[in-house]
Structures are given as C-alpha cells and as structure tokens.
C-alpha cells in the first residue's frame, strides 16, 4: 500500500481515537496517537491476514496461518479498537460504546468479550512480549511460517517479566517474532529518564541477542522500509526489536511534547481543537 | 507427562529449572521438541503458555506451587484466567510437607488464590496414582486448570486404572456420625482418622474431594443431613482453602457445626515432615480430636 493512503487512514484513526476518549472522558489519547502509524501499516499494508473469497478479514482466536499482533502496552486500547474495526473485524459504530457499560471494548483489551480481533487481554504491564514469544513457538511447532509481532511501551520496560522474555527469546532462537518498542519517552510519572532511565535499549537489548533496528515510529515511509528489512531478516536465529521513536500525541499540536496526555481525555473545545487538525478520510463513525 | 508425550500430541510442557523435581525427563525424552525450559523466570513462563494455547496447543507449566501461584499471580490472572486460555498450571511442592526448605517454599495459600480467579479449576489430588489419572484427565478439558501436589512419598492407596472425574468427590468410608472431607495427602490421614474413630464407637464417613473447584456440593449435602456435622481436613490455610468452601457453601444452604483441619493463620517452618504435621494439627490425631469436638456440637 502507497505511504499517502496508510496517512489517510491514520488521519482517520487518530479522529476515532479522540473521538472515543472524548466521548466517554476516559482513556489514554497520548500513546494511542503516537503509535497509529504502525498499527495502520501493519493492519492495511504489512501483516498477512486471514479473509474470505471477498476479501474480507475474519477472525478465529488462533490465527493459524496469519500473522499475529498483540498489544502489550494495552493502555491505547482506542488504538486498537479504532485499527480493528477499520481494516473490518467488527462495525465501526461499536467505537461509541468504548469504555461505557455492556461493552466489548474495555478500558483495556481482552478476549473475554468475544471482541473479534483481540487474542489476549493486556494493561497490566509487561505480559505481552511473552505471550507473543509463546505464540510464535506455537507456529513454529504447527510449521506455520507466519509471523507474530508484539508491540510494548517504553514504560513498560521496568517491568521485570519484559527482562525474562528478552531473554528467552534468543536463546530459543524465536526469529519468526517482530517485536516493537515504543519509545516515546514519557511515562505517567513524567519523562522515562527521570522516572526510570532505560539508559541503552539497543545496547541492552542486543547483549540478550536480539537483532535490533531503529526506526522513526510517526514516519509512514520509515516505517514500510525498516518492516521490510526487518521481515527480510527474520528466521536467521534471532528475533527483532524495533525501538521506535513516538511522539506521544502525535498528530495534534497541543498533545504533543508532553506526558500530559497520556491519560486525560480532552473537553469539548479541545477536541474540536483537535479534529480541525486531523482530516476526515473515512467518515467519522 | 511420560504418558500424555505418548497420547496426547498437543500437549506441550514447561518448566522453570526444576525438570527433576516435576519429573519431566519421560516427557522430555520422548518429545522434546514440545518441551520449553524457561529458566528461573516463572512470569515469563505463565505469558509463553498462554501463547503457545494459540494454535491448538495444551501448555502444561510447572513449577513448585509458591512460584507458580503466588509469584505469578497477576499473569495467571490476566493472560490465563481473565483471556480464558487452555493452560494447566501443575505444581509439586505445595504446603508444609515439602519440610526442611521451610516457609519461603511452602505455600499454604495457593488454593485460595486460584480458586478466587474466575473461571478456574483447582485440583488436589492424594496420591500417585490419582496425580497421574488427574494429569491425564485436564488435557482432555478445555480451560485453565490448577493441580496442586505435595512433595513427600504418601501412600498409594487409590486404583491405578482409576478414571479421574474432575469435580466428582469420591467416597472412601461410609458413616453416619461424622462427614470428614479431605483433600490431598489428608486423605489418607482422614482414612488413618476413621479407623481410630471406628475404634472409639465412632462411624466417620470420608469423602475424597480432590476438586476444590468446582465443588461437588451434591455429595458434601447428602453426606452431612445423614451424619449432621462435618470437618475438612488439608494442607493449607483455614482461609482460602477447602474448609472455607465447605463453609460458604453450607453456611448458605445446610447450615452445619463444622471444624477445620489445617493451618490457622500462620507460616510454616524447617522440619521433617511427619513432625511439621504434628505441630500444625494437620494429621489423623488432629481429625479425630476435631471429628469429637464437632461431633458434641450437633
């Protein structure tokens, strides 16, 4: 897919994300915003999934066959959801019921709600690049030659578990596994650096042996190319990280640069703020 | 495991460095490609079973029962329990009687914590033979499973062609004075305990619940409006356990005097085995002094 048409869709995804936060005054915008560009080209252009003879995607919990995607940092759930049901694994319209009572899209995803699309519940930190390693064994022993991608927080990388699968994954040398760090810099207590330093990701990351690769996570074209290398290096030993450089908020002028909007929901005025800034490509759910 | 490597090609198995211990090495000969060792690193563990469920697969973890229950409890909670995927969790070592390694080690809580996650079946069975027809039979059940063992060498006294019924109590002494519900190792203790009490003038009904969760609340019921007072008996605590269930369950439907056999809000500590059962109250001297003293409720 064309980078211009991944940048009309995330334009529209970044309208839903805000759009959903807004409407239920709850949710975490920042994260989400920042990380639409990778979770667009990897649900439009990049992953291979499942479909019918018309071309439509369906889902079944697992996913044999297809390549897989779990969200460890399950906080931009909006993201998610948003990216779900535009590449068609439910209707658009159940965004408006994100967050609010008798939904299938929670505050964070999961998979107790039979919602299409979501393979594992997550929020609780650190769990995701596990799951995803377990996944990716899974299609190994099945001889399945697809490939599972796992995308997790800077953040989240205090957690101690996220420690335990960096190194299990070499060592078992899972390399049909795509993993995503999104470096934004930000965390709920403020800036990563001062809440807790993650000092050298890459150097850390490839002392446990792992094929690391950088990319500019808000840039559609460096995006399609660092995907395309890192998908030509798969089933070499190794498995990938991409630390991913965010802004959180990305997008939208005043969400930007700040750990502000990593929780908060904007009032009225803001999201009209917002929405000027963001074309509607799609129609609005 | 030797068995399911044999019968059951989707059954996978981890471990976290204590192969010898869960006795995996018949596992792990004939199959090891669907053998994951994952190191000191239980959390991990718990996340990569959940995601090997995806594709068919049968994750059997396996751990000592305070790093896989307590350690890990929030993933179980999130990426087992609450995403609702097919691992069974198997620990050895769990309660006082592993002895001399002393209270780091020996969990009293772990069937607590499980049986509170929705959705989950917790399994304690009382002897060798039973360990393995309940290994057997969770594969064949679909959703997360706890199976909780101790680690001393207990009497087999179970058949060892028996079918195991997950939630099915099974009744090993009839009676009419006193219901004595046992799970795990206790089991055999309570048989120990409705021998003295038979000796005493005293005709103890034992019923064997190694399903914790879900309860066979049918038999439990029958047994108690004939004999009208009941004692649990297992190693754990008094909160959380099987007493507890027992408790909620008749509390709300049969109202019964009741005591409990188990551990009253404490840690354990170094000692064999036989003595830490002792000095806990947690052997058949200990039933049949409760088996009196509820008897005398009535």
């Not at chain 1, 291979?48 to 919990?61: E, S």
């Not at chain 1, 994954?169 to 934004?184: G, M, R, W």
């Not at chain 2, 690193?41 to 229950?69: D, K, Q, R, V, Y």
């Not at chain 2, 009490?197 to 004939?226: F, M, R, Y």
């Amino acid at each position: 897919m064309q980078t211009q048409e991944i940048q009309k869709i995330s334009s529209q995804v970044r309208r839903d994300i805000l759009r959903m936060v807004h409407a239920c005054q709850s949710g975490h915008p920042g994260g989400s915003l920042g990380c639409t560009d990778l979770l667009v080209d990897l649900y439009f252009s990049t992953m291979n999934l499942k479909t019918d003879a018309a071309g439509k995607v369906v889902f079944d919990m697992d996913g044999t066959n297809e390549d897989l995607f779990f969200l460890s940092n399950g906080h931009i759930s909006p993201l998610i959801y948003s990216v779900l049901a535009r590449r068609g694994y439910f209707a658009t319209s159940e965004l408006a019921s994100f967050r609010k009572i008798n939904t299938r899209l929670q505050g964070h995803p999961t998979p107790h709600e039979h919602l299409e699309g979501i393979r594992i519940a997550s929020g609780s930190l650190g769990q995701g690049l596990s799951v995803a390693i377990g996944a990716a064994q899974a299609k190994k022993l099945n001889g399945d030659k697809s490939t599972v991608y796992c995308l997790m927080g800077d953040g989240e990388q205090n957690e101690g578990q996220v420690w335990e699968a960096a190194m299990y994954a070499p060592h078992h040398k899972v390399d049909n596994l795509i993993a995503f760090i999104d470096e934004n810099g930000q965390q709920i207590d403020g800036p990563t650096e001062k809440v807790m330093s993650n000092r050298d990701l890459q150097a850390k990351y490839e002392a446990f042996g792992w094929n690391v690769m950088r990319m500019d996570g808000n840039n559609a074209e460096d995006i399609q190319n660092t995907l395309i290398k890192a998908k030509a290096a798969l089933g070499n030993g190794s498995p990938i990280m991409i630390i991913m450089k965010t802004e959180m908020g990305a997008g939208v002028d005043f969400m930007m640069y700040s750990h502000k909007w990593h929780g908060v929901a904007p009032n009225d005025q803001q999201l009209q703020d917002a929405l000027a800034q963001l074309e509607e490509t799609l129609g609005d759910y | 495991m030797e068995y399911l490597s044999q019968h059951n090609p989707k059954v996978v198995a981890l471990c976290a460095d204590l192969i010898g211990s869960l006795k995996l090495e018949g596992f792990i000969k004939n199959s090891p490609e669907r053998f994951f060792q994952t190191g000191i690193a239980e959390a991990n563990m718990i996340g990569i079973s959940a995601g090997l469920t995806l594709g068919g697969f049968i994750p059997f973890a396996t751990t000592f029962a305070n790093f896989g229950t307590g350690r890990v409890y929030d993933q179980i909670r999130q990426s087992v329990a609450y995403s609702g995927k097919n691992v069974k969790i198997c620990c050895s070592h769990a309660g006082l009687t592993l002895g001399e390694d002393g209270a780091t080690h020996q969990i009293l809580e772990d069937i607590g914590l499980m049986k509170m996650l929705p959705g989950m079946v917790v399994i304690n069975p009382c002897d060798y033979n039973q360990t393995k027809a309940a290994t057997i039979a969770i594969a064949d059940y679909e959703g997360p499973v706890y199976l909780r063992f101790g680690r001393p060498v207990v009497p087999v006294f179970t058949p060892e062609d028996q079918k195991f019924e997950i939630g099915k109590a099974l009744h090993l002494v009839e009676g009419k004075d006193v219901t004595i519900l046992a799970t795990g190792h206790l089991v055999w203790e309570a048989i120990q305990a409705a021998e003295a009490l038979l000796e005493k003038g005293i005709n103890a009904e034992v019923i064997n619940i190694h399903t914790i969760k879900p309860l066979d609340v049918q038999a439990i019921l029958a047994s108690v409006k004939k004999t009208g007072c009941v004692v649990t008996a297992e190693e754990h605590q008094y909160n959380g356990g099987l007493g507890d269930s027992v408790a909620q369950y008749l509390a709300m439907n049969h109202p019964t005097p009741m005591e409990f056999v188990g551990v009253n809000d404490s840690f354990g500590e170094s000692g064999k085995p036989a003595e830490l059962m002792e000095k806990y109250g947690l052997n058949a001297n200990a039933i049949v002094e409760k088996a009196i003293k509820v008897m005398a409720r009535k």
